[in-house]
């Protein structure tokens, strides 16, 4: 008797792996590099995605590091104004 899933009997296509699947794979073009040429090339391909990167204008920057300022600011002082709130709340109930 099966569901519409399947039945514990009968494994499903997906659970079935052929032979080269089973096989680790061997390290391919990456495992006859030496470590000083890996090395480089990871570097190259940083420099690469760096490349690719849109960089902020200045006027952008300083609109993205005034706005970050002034929201820490008032996340400061409602952190500030509950901490203070609360402190008095439990001097009250405590004592």
């Known amino acids: 008797m099966t569901d519409a899933v399947g039945s514990i009997d009968t494994p499903d ?11 680790p794979r061997k390290g391919g073009k990456r495992g006859k590099k030496g470590p000083l040429k890996r090395l480089a090339l990871f570097y190259r391909q940083i420099v690469a995605e760096l490349r690719k990167v849109v960089w902020p204008s200045r006027n952008q920057l300083t609109s993205y590091t005034t706005v970050v300022i002034f929201f820490v600011a008032i996340m400061i002082a409602l952190v500030t104004v509950i ?3 609360l402190n008095h709340a439990a001097k009250y109930v405590f004592g």
């Open 13 to 23: 296509a997906q659970d079935e792996l052929t032979e080269a699947q089973k096989k």
């Open 83 to 85: 901490d203070y709130g």
